[in-house]
């Protein structure tokens, strides 16, 4: 079999951290997936590489969700009177 070296089928991919896991937190406006903010997922195409490198080495520290809990019904009742 003779090794396939046609450059038509050689793609240069952009590094991406996305795990298909699409949801926007609406508190933090990051995804839940990735852990990327809404423009850095909107401008991660026109990024140069030394800029999608930072937000990648990045990403292992951030927390796209809060952590803690908001109370509950107790809480959202609590508000209501406020």
Avoid: Y
């Avoid at 450059?7 to 609406?26: F, G, L, Y």
């Avoid at 839940?32 to 903010?37: N, V």
């Avoid at 997922?41 to 026109?46: A, E, L, V």
């Amino acid at each position: 079999m003779t090794e396939n070296t046609d450059n038509i089928w050689t793609r240069a991919e952009i590094e991406s951290p996305c795990t298909k896991v699409c949801q926007i937190h609406p508190e933090t406006r990051m995804c839940l997936g990735c852990a990327r903010s809404i423009d850095e997922i909107g401008g991660w195409s026109t990024m140069t590489p030394a800029e999608r490198a930072a937000i990648m080495a990045d990403l292992p520290n951030r927390t796209a969700a809060p952590t803690t809990r908001r109370g509950g019904r107790s809480a959202r009742l609590k508000r209501s009177f406020d």
